[in-house]
């Protein structure tokens, strides 16, 4: 079965970028569909955006502006990448996939915090 | 965007049934879709459009829709259903949104 893996530094500074990876095993990258979604301590889920196996990306509109994803078939990763951040970007990070409108599986999360 | 409105909680106890509702403008053109979260842990999906449950999901859970408003019912809730719910849609261009979230304690 598929497992979703995410890496990557834990915190961040203020106005620094912000880089996640997503490794994929026990399946295709092809195919599917990648998104990223993230939950600051006990609030809710927020959609950040989703990624083709092509390389075709959607992004949340507010945060279009600083998003940027991408994908390496090769090596069956996808990729966050924040620009610009600040406090409110501190969540914990999920990668899941889907095939159409839902996330079928899921990430176990990393926590990214952004402070000096 | 669109919004999807949900009830911030329901109590609901043993062996009762739960009902939590999910509003918005988009639902009668777009699937919903339901997210249990337990506390510490990821999110998983227990029903796919609209109605549909993913193979390993029990079957007391259940979804329907009825204009702006979807509803995830849980006949016969147990002690493990206490959790967080979230409804989750898509607009036409390709856009998730997810509901504000609802806390199922069992009582």
């Known amino acids: 079965q598929v497992q979703l893996q995410e890496s990557g530094p834990g915190l961040v500074k203020p106005s620094e970028t912000l880089s996640l990876t997503c490794s994929v095993s026990?399946?295709?990258?092809?195919?599917?569909?990648w998104s990223w979604i993230r939950q600051p301590a006990g609030k809710g889920l927020e959609w950040i955006g989703r990624?083709?196996?092509?390389?075709?990306?959607t992004y949340k509109p507010s945060l279009k502006s600083r998003v940027t994803m991408s994908v390496d078939t090769s090596k069956n990763q996808f990729y966050l990448k924040l620009i610009s951040v600040t406090a409110a970007d501190t969540a914990v990070y999920y990668c899941?996939?889907?095939?159409?409108?839902?996330?079928?599986?899921w990430g176990q999360g990393t926590v990214v915090t952004v402070n000096s | 965007s669109f919004e999807l409105t949900q009830p911030p909680s329901v109590s609901v106890s043993p062996g009762q049934t739960a009902k939590i509702t999910c509003s918005g403008d988009?639902?009668?053109?777009?699937?919903a879709y339901w997210y249990q979260q337990k506390p510490g842990q990821a999110p998983v999906l227990v029903i796919l459009?609209?109605?549909e449950r993913p193979s390993g999901i029990p079957e007391r859970f259940s979804g329907s829709s009825s204009g702006t408003t979807v509803t995830l019912t849980i006949s016969g809730v147990q002690a493990e259903d206490e959790a967080d719910y979230y409804c989750?849609?898509?607009?036409?261009?390709?856009?998730?949104?997810f509901g504000t979230g609802t806390k199922v304690t069992v009582l």
């Open positions: 899941a996939r889907g095939l159409l409108g839902e996330l079928l599986n």
């Open positions: 026990g399946d295709s990258i092809t195919g599917y569909y």
């Open positions: 990624i083709y196996s092509s390389g075709s990306s």
């Open positions: 988009a639902l009668p053109k777009q699937y």
């Open positions: 459009k609209d109605s």
């Open positions: 989750q849609s898509a607009d036409s261009s390709g856009i998730f949104v």
